[in-house]
């Protein structure tokens, strides 16, 4: 476990890939995503960052903070913003005054683009072109993708208590799998015998790697101490001595 245990099941993070660990305090990833892309720039490297947020991030502090520092020292960073209208229970109407969320690039100097969230080569082409202009150095860019959270925010939330379902049902005749699906199926490149066999053979993967998982032991008591600061200060190694020298099973 690269997070030696210090995340959720659901907070994947996969090193190789470059790709972080999700954070759940709302809009906290955005000023990493712009120090890493600081980062690279200062070291001349030709990539880019990409960071994902949802609406309700863009009422935040740290939404400002990153955007601005951004536009300022045009870091190589692509906010793609899932806009799927209600963080929580609060519309996107009561978070801003704005007309669109992707307009408001345009006070940190830098572009911003609306596309459809439902239509997934639509997102493809405008996050590539965005990290492609990142990589050569023509700064960062906001791309809005408007799409609408169909289900409840979370197994605690009842979003019949501030929606109304004919709205749902509207957006669900658009869901993005299946019109994507669609697309492929007319251009002649999926049917259901490919799906038959995908499924089979990525049903198979997931299998292996549960399997795998399970065989990792769980990580070191004392590593709940690690990875906080570059060096351990003096205190925290007090208590990480004292931890280790209490009994255990």
């Keep these: 476990d690269p997070v030696k245990g210090h995340q959720m099941p659901c907070h994947y993070v996969y090193r190789k890939g470059n790709y972080l660990s999700i954070s759940s305090p709302v809009g906290t990833q955005l000023p990493h995503a712009v ?4 980062a690279m720039k200062l070291r001349g490297e030709k990539k880019s960052v ?3 947020f949802g609406d309700g991030a863009t009422s935040t502090g740290d939404f400002h903070a990153a955007m601005n520092f951004a536009g300022v020292f045009r870091t190589p960073t692509v906010f793609l913003c899932n806009n799927n209208q209600w963080a929580i229970s609060v519309p996107v109407a009561k978070q801003t005054a704005a007309a669109t969320l992707a307009e408001k690039a345009n006070a940190y100097g830098f572009d911003g683009i609306r596309v459809d969230g439902m239509d997934a080569l639509a997102v493809y082409r405008a996050t590539r072109d965005a990290a492609r202009n990142a990589r050569e150095g023509l700064g960062p860019m906001m791309v809005e993708a408007v ?3 169909i289900g409840p925010h979370s197994s605690s939330d009842d979003p019949s208590r501030y929606r109304d379902e004919a709205e749902v049902a509207a957006w ?3 869901d ?3 019109r994507f699906r669609r697309y492929l199926e007319h251009a002649g490149w999926w049917d259901d015998a490919r799906e038959a066999r995908l499924e089979q053979e ?3 993967e997931i299998t292996r790697a549960v399997q795998e998982a399970e065989r990792i032991p769980p990580p070191a008591v004392e590593t709940i101490f ?3 600061y570059a060096e351990m200060p003096p205190h925290l190694r007090e208590e ?3 931890f280790l020298a209490l009994p255990r099973r």
């Design 50 to 52: 990409l960071v994902f």
């Design 226 to 228: 690690a990875d906080v």
């Design 172 to 174: 669900q005749a658009r």
């Design 147 to 149: 799409t609408y959270r």
């Design 35 to 38: 120090g890493i892309g600081w």
């Design 176 to 178: 993005p799998l299946l």
């Design 240 to 242: 990480m001595d004292a």
């Design 202 to 204: 990525i049903g198979d």
